[in-house]
Each structure stands twice: as structure tokens, then as C-alpha cells.
């Protein structure tokens, strides 16, 4: 029985990379992409099946999910990987743009979970990793928005980690610096320029694929050029004068 995998933003980049990675593993996929030509394209070389739609909306994962278990009869992997830039000026706020920004990069993920847990849990568990970003274990003043929703990315997971593993659903995040990808297209050059290494999405997919199998619930990768992927770790919260400190994970 083949193992499968839905990926959302799979048309391009990192999600395309990680549909190419588990489909020469023999893994079945379902691609997830607004751009429904190139999540099409890319179903027909992986011989898997795809599903044009926009993720800020909730009935874009359970059709996603739906099309999963008519295909294929079960799921086993998630990779949430849908997200796009915030480029949101606070100073001269666009509300339409904000709620773009958050529909993706937040609603996205939710909707992705709600959605899976149920044929995760028929099929026995299985795994979710999300794409956060290093923007969602920093401040990265250059994009604050995009900044907040991979932080709300990564509290979720933190978050989901025990409760999802009590029913053999293991949860993590990706954590990646900067991906030569579609997202950074227009600022490429100028890293080019300053020397400063990107991560390609090959580099990406790998890691994915070894959040999939962590160990720990929870699991935050962070990935670097150059570096194998990194599980990071929080400090310890205070707690309370003549307290226990809260739990961390």
C-alpha cells in the first residue's frame, strides 16, 4: 500500500521540490496550488493528483483532503506549505493585502490541519510539517507581518505537538532562511550581489522529508546553507516566585 502525501503550494519551489523527493520514493501525491496549470503539470511528472485552489479558504483544504481519499484511500504525510510575502506598510496599511497575508500564511495552516486529522486518523497517523520560516524564531524587521504569521505557525505547532501525538499524528515545523525561490524572485539579485548564500529548495525538500519521521513531537527545524537541519530550542520560560515554571517545549 503506497504511502501519501498532500502539499499544498506545490506548484513551484519548495512544495514542488518536496512532491519530486517523496514521488521518487514511490509516495502518491496530492498538489495543492492557485496555480492550477503548474500544480497540473507537475501531477502529470509525478503521476499524482492536483487540485487548483486558494487555501485562505476552508473548503480548499477539505476538497484537497476529499480528493486525497477518493484517489488514493488514505493520507499519511501533510506538508503545509503554502505562503506568500507580507510587504504590508504599516504607515500606509492595506487592509485587503493584510488579510491576503493572513488568509495564506495562517488560515491556511489551520484549515490544513483541521482538515487532514480526520483521514490521518483512518489511515492510522501519520505526520503534518508545516513551512514556518527563520522569520518565525526571530524578529525580521523586514517584513513584520509575514514575520507574525510564521511565529502564529510555529506557536501552533508547539502547541499541537503532545495532543497530536497522544493519536500517532506527529507535528513540526521547517524553519528555513532565505530559499531561492519564487517568493524571493525580486530580491535575489541583490543577495547575489551581496554574496549572501541562499538555500535552494532541494535543500528544503530534505529537510521536510526528515521532519516527517522526527522523533519529538514539535520538531523545529531550522535550515541554513551549509548546515544539516538544526532542531532549535527555547529557553525556559520564568515562572511565577514560589511556582513551577510553566512547560516548554
Not at 506568500?84 to 497575508?101: E, H, K, M, N, P
Amino acid at each position: 500500500m503506497s504511502t501519501v502525501a498532500l502539499i499544498t503550494g506545490a506548484a513551484s519551489g519548495i512544495g514542488a521540490a518536496v512532491a519530486r523527493r517523496l514521488s521518487a520514493g514511490g509516495v502518491k501525491c496530492v498538489l495543492v496550488d492557485l496555480d492550477g496549470e503548474g500544480a497540473e503539470r507537475l501531477a502529470k511528472e509525478v503521476d499524482g493528483a492536483w487540485l487548483a485552489a486558494d487555501v485562505s479558504r476552508e473548503e480548499a483544504s477539505l476538497e484537497a483532503v476529499a480528493l486525497a481519499e477518493r484517489r488514493y484511500g488514505r493520507l499519511d504525510l501533510v506538508h503545509l506549505n503554502a505562503g506568500i510575502s507580507g510587504r504590508v506598510d504599516l504607515a500606509d496599511f492595506d487592509l485587503t493585502r493584510y488579510r491576503q497575508v493572513v488568509g495564506v500564511n495562517v488560515d491556511g495552516v489551520v484549515f490544513g490541519v483541521q482538515a487532514s486529522l480526520p483521514l490521518l486518523k483512518r489511515s492510522g497517523g501519520g505526520a503534518i510539517v508545516t513551512t514556518s520560516s527563520l522569520a518565525g524564531l526571530v524578529g525580521f524587521a523586514g517584513d513584520p507581518i509575514y514575520t507574525m504569521t510564521k511565529h502564529a505557525v510555529v506557536g501552533l505547532v508547539r502547541a499541537l505537538a503532545e495532543p497530536l501525538a497522544a493519536q500517532n499524528i506527529r507535528i513540526s515545523a521547517v524553519c528555513p532562511g532565505f530559499t531561492d525561490t519564487p517568493l524571493v524572485a525580486e530580491s535575489r539579485e541583490m543577495f547575489v550581489n551581496a554574496g549572501f548564500p541562499l538555500l535552494t529548495a532541494e535543500d528544503v525538500a530534505a529537510a521536510v522529508e526528515s521532519a516527517f519521521y522526527a522523533d519529538t513531537p514539535g520538531t523545529l527545524l531550522v535550515v541554513q546553507p551549509g548546515r544539516p537541519p538544526v532542531p532549535y530550542r527555547y529557553a525556559g520560560v520564568p515562572g511565577p516566585v514560589g511556582g513551577q515554571r510553566p512547560p516548554v517545549s
